[in-house]
């Protein structure tokens, strides 16, 4: 059995894409900073996995937030993995500011958890998924080679992981490396981008789940990929 460490698994495209995991036999590592929502969320998950064959203890869930270090330790111990999920990030400052009034202290923040949190996960797990011939998925967005106004700042975090992703890929080649744009979707996060408007014309998360799921079982080649183009015929 294979084994996956999902971050930001209580909500949004990490929790779909952690059922969508346990239902190709994937015992899953779940992490999130709400312990209530991440609870909820691992034994939806376990409902999910048991349709697949996987026991209730396939599924452990770890509240914390990846930009501290002792979590990311927490992580580390729960085992080896064959994929690295990161998709756990915040949108930084909203409603979204222009760069000329941006926070320092929220851009900082918005580095923290968007490129430096997932850079230190992959430095702890890279030695087991170099030996496991495993692979490492960042979830990015079209905000990150876009010039949205307002998007400064998780924009720039968003480029900035995916420009580690695409030197990652080169000096890894013993893994695969991913990174992946999965569209406008109906999540908390693009909500907080878009106060008081009406999203429900987005997509679901769980409608780019079959997208990733292919990446990760067919193992595509390293590299940086949109949902849309994967999506099963």
């Known amino acids: 059995m294979k084994k996956a460490l999902v971050t930001g698994a209580s909500r949004g495209l990490g929790r779909a894409l952690a059922s969508g995991l346990a239902a190709e036999n994937y015992a899953l590592v779940i992490d999130a900073r709400d312990p209530r929502a991440l609870r909820l969320a691992a034994d939806a998950i376990r409902a999910d996995g048991r ?18 270090p002792a979590h990311r330790a927490a992580l580390r111990a729960a085992g080896e993995i064959d994929l690295l999920v990161n998709n756990a990030g915040t949108l930084g400052a909203a409603p979204l500011p222009a760069l000329a009034d941006y926070p320092v202290a ?44 307002g998007w400064g700042g998780y924009g720039a975090a968003k480029a900035a992981i995916e420009q580690a992703s695409n030197v990652l890929a080169a000096e890894e080649t013993a893994i695969r490396v991913w990174w992946v744009d999965p569209g406008d979707l109906r999540t908390d996060m693009h909500q907080a981008a878009f106060p008081g408007e009406d999203i429900s014309d987005r997509p679901l998360p769980e409608s780019v789940v079959p997208a990733l799921v292919r990446l990760v079982t067919e193992r595509l080649p390293s590299g940086r990929y949109r949902a849309a183009e994967l999506a099963p015929a």
């Open 51 to 68: 349709r697949a064959g996987l026991s209730g203890d396939d599924v452990t869930a770890l509240p914390g937030d990846v930009t501290d």
């Open 106 to 149: 929220e851009l900082r923040a918005a580095f923290e958890a968007n490129v430096i949190a997932p850079i230190a996960l992959t430095q702890l797990f890279l030695p087991a998924l170099r030996e496991r011939g495993g692979a490492i998925l960042n979830v990015t967005s079209d905000a990150a080679v876009e010039p949205y106004a």
